[in-house]
């Protein structure tokens, strides 16, 4: 390994103390003096901090903008070369390295193991530099992301989604775009210059659990065309698979992603019941037979983008959303115990969703660092719901219930953000709205139409600064949420402040603070005015007088790392003001379940995250003991649950090889009246991956019998006991197949800052 150092002082007098300066050079081939191509150039400061960094041009350039004045470590790195390191001192002007020599090596081709922490904590995210080896060993982004086992972050994989433990989605970017899980997969990991994981998501996205924004080379010419297949072996009723192509030509880009998604597979469920009548007492013992589930989810997205240079970016995406789902997860045949009388029950859904939309975005970098984003999107969603609900009894009257809702959804969301950068600090304000319009049309038992108008309007202003060690974020905010139906209409508004901090005490112990308000509008479903039949004794009726709610947040954490060892520490307490919970009443002969603005709930979240690297990168042991306490206070009821549980990880890789084991106990969630236990997941997966193809094949759940998720209500008049399981998930064989066809040259390319959805069909639905 040969390394470089040149000494630079003072060539000339400063601009100005504070100048933000350019750092410019050429990496060559020493041995014929060639340029090299994708080199990978990153700017550490003396203490191996990653401050910025950037791929080289198609003739080896490379260009280091707003760098500020100091001492740093330029680490130029490519596949097949020997990395070399420069030592760059005094800097206070635009500094021009000329030629940047990488010695081939003959040895192996493969590139330099970065020996500084790989991953950099910052006020609001961590900054995670893949090694050589993580990315050797994966297969596209979303096994890469497998491979960095980043503390909170849950790959699943039986649907391959990202969440949060408790179940949160993570809001998915590439180059600051936001993307669906399907372009995530469709990434090339040889591409990946960094992962910024947005673990403390400020006023900018809306405070938002968690981001992931992989920021990769772009092509300028040539393309790529890549798939990924998983199919079950033992049984052949699942399929997750991912097709994508691009093609890249000047300023321009065009890319497609098409994700399909199958379940072809039976469940039973058992429900236990009680019912508390006025004047008597009534249990009820349901057993259901195994029951056909299937659904295809089909998911196309075309995209267009231009960028000229660093100053104008656009991008055009059309996308369309497809779900057709015969038999839902919620289906069950069965035979209910009434005391010594039985019946024979038959509870079927089907149901179609389209939802095609238009997103324009729009980004412009003007003088004196400032940008500007601009985003619109436009969707229309189209649903269909059919239920069916028998129970029939030797000697006594049948009950059935038919509904079917059409409905039609038509929205608009506009967002403008504006930043500004100064040398240490950093200010961004922006505006947010949102205006859907909603008619549902409701047939069958019931004969009704639904039309609804709502919007919602949210600006905010949020500075970033550092004192000294103490890097801090401020943010101020607003909300108004409206929504109209009928003659009824109400409006709201709800105050948001944040505040971030967080302390590096020599580059191994992180400590961050972070607090915050915000608040959350009832989903459109619950503000229906609707009643509907769930069975013979059960009614679900909506209620338009629900009101927006206020949330509080406060998260401490802390980290430490060493050369083997790393210890992250989360906690969390957070707080709903009058939330929106369920209620239970009788009324007329019939339990009628509705939701309605309680007093309050609070949630604790303890975890402690340890990692050990016995062999620094082949060998990852991930162990995350949790805690979480719920204490939900409704109108009439008080309930309280504490779950402790475990996650471990087990991740060995060599060369092209990989091996992931995990184990996941159940995750509990109480709200309201209804506790959830999720499923308990093992996991045992190999593969072998090469730059263009990867195969693997791993088993879910070995250890059990059963794959099976537990729901439990507590409600005094009428609670109950659904435990839902299928054999078909455990255990279950699956094989993976991959590959990734590239073509062309690459370079670096900013992206979009803000994307924008809307996914919600505000259907009321009569399902237990």
Not at 504 to 527: E, H, M, T
Not at 647 to 653: C, D, E, K, V
Request: aromatic share 10%; with cysteine.
């Amino acid at each position: 390994m040969k390394k470089l150092s040149i000494i630079l002082g003072v060539l000339s007098m400063c601009i100005s103390l504070t100048a933000a300066n350019k750092i410019t050079g050429k990496v060559i081939d020493e041995s014929n003096n060639q340029s090299v191509e994708y080199a990978n150039v990153r700017l550490m400061s003396q203490d191996s901090t990653f401050i910025t960094g950037i791929a080289t041009d198609n003739d080896g350039n490379f260009l280091l903008k707003e760098v500020n004045d100091g001492d740093y470590i330029l680490y130029v790195s490519c596949i097949g070369y020997n990395d070399s390191y420069l030592s760059i001192r005094n800097l206070k002007e635009n500094l021009q390295l000329g030629e940047v020599s990488l010695s081939p090596d003959n040895i192996q081709l493969e590139s330099v193991t970065i020996t500084a922490s790989p991953i950099i904590k910052k006020t609001d995210r961590q900054i995670i530099l893949p090694t050589e080896i993580q990315t050797k060993a994966a297969s596209n982004g979303l096994t890469l992301l497998r491979n960095l086992q980043l503390a909170r972050i849950i790959v699943n994989p039986i649907d391959n989604s990202i969440k949060l433990p408790g179940g949160d989605n993570v809001q998915l970017r590439i180059n600051g775009v936001e993307v669906t899980q399907a372009e995530i997969i469709a990434i090339r990991p040889a591409d990946v210059i960094r992962i910024e994981y947005i673990d403390n998501p400020g006023a900018r996205y809306g405070n938002a659990s968690a981001v992931l924004n992989y920021i990769v080379k772009r092509k300028e010419s040539g393309g790529n065309i890549s798939a990924d297949l998983s199919n079950g072996v033992s049984d052949t009723g699942y399929g997750e698979h991912n097709l994508s192509a691009k093609y890249n030509f000047n300023k321009s880009a065009i890319s497609t992603t098409v994700y399909w998604g199958r379940r072809d597979l039976k469940w039973t469920r058992e429900n236990y019941e009680n019912f508390r009548f006025p004047e008597t007492y009534q249990e009820n013992k349901e057993i259901g037979a195994p029951t056909k589930i299937k659904y295809d989810d089909i998911n196309f997205n075309l995209n267009y983008s231009y960028q000229d240079n660093d100053k104008h970016f656009l991008n055009i995406a059309l996308r369309n959303k497809y779900t057709d789902t015969p038999n839902s997860i919620s289906d069950r045949i069965s035979t209910l115990h009434e005391g010594d009388t039985s019946y024979s029950i038959s509870d079927l859904t089907s149901s179609k969703t389209q939802i095609p939309s238009l997103d324009i975005y729009y980004q412009t970098n003007l003088k004196n660092k400032q940008t500007i984003y601009a985003d619109v999107v436009t969707s229309y969603l189209n649903s269909k719901n059919e239920r069916t609900f028998v129970q029939k009894g030797l000697n006594s009257e049948n009950t059935d219930i038919y509904s079917q809702t059409k409905g039609q959804k038509y929205s608009v969301i506009a967002e403008g953000i504006y930043e500004k950068q100064f040398n240490k600090s950093k200010f961004t304000s922006g505006i947010k709205h949102a205006q859907a319009h909603l008619q549902n049309k409701y047939s069958g038992n019931i004969d009704n139409k639904i039309t609804m108008n709502t919007a919602e309007t949210y600006l905010f202003a949020e500075y970033e600064s550092k004192i000294k060690g103490l890097s801090y974020t401020l943010g101020i905010g607003g909300m108004r949420t409206y929504n109209s139906q009928d003659n009824r209409s109400s409006e709201e508004y709800i105050f948001k402040p944040t505040l971030s901090l967080s302390y590096s005490i020599n580059g191994k112990w992180f400590f961050r603070y972070n607090g915050y308000v915000s608040g959350y509008s009832p989903s459109l479903s619950d503000l229906n005015d609707i009643t509907q039949a769930m069975d013979k004794y059960q009614i679900r009726k909506g209620n338009p007088a629900l009101k927006s709610v206020t949330f509080y947040a406060n998260t401490l954490s802390a980290s430490w790392q060493s050369k083997y060892v790393s210890l992250d520490l989360f906690g969390r307490y957070s707080y709903d003001d009058k939330p929106i919970m369920e209620s239970t009443y009788y009324e007329n002969g019939h339990f009628i379940r509705t939701t309605e603005n309680h007093k309050s709930f609070h949630r604790i979240n303890l975890e402690t995250t340890i990692q050990i690297r016995p062999f620094r990168e082949y060998i990852f042991l991930k162990i995350t003991p949790f805690l979480n306490r719920y204490i939900s206070y409704g109108n009439t009821y008080t309930h309280t649950h504490t779950n402790v549980g475990l996650r471990g990880n087990l991740m060995a890789m060599y060369k092209n090889w990989v091996l992931m084991a995990e184990m996941n106990t159940s995750n509990h969630t109480l709200w309201g009246e209804t506790l959830t236990k999720e499923e308990k997941l093992h996991t045992i997966i190999a593969g072998y991956n090469t730059e263009k193809w990867s195969i693997s094949a791993g088993v879910l759940n070995p250890f059990t019998k059963k794959y099976e998720q537990e729901k439990k209500n507590l409600s005094r008049l009428a609670p109950y006991r659904q435990l839902a399981y299928s054999k078909n998930l455990s255990p279950m064989f699956m094989i993976n197949v991959s590959f990734n066809l590239d073509f062309g040259k690459k370079q670096n390319s900013q992206g979009r800052r803000i994307n924008n959805k809307d996914i919600d069909t505000g259907i009321l639905s009569g399902n237990k």
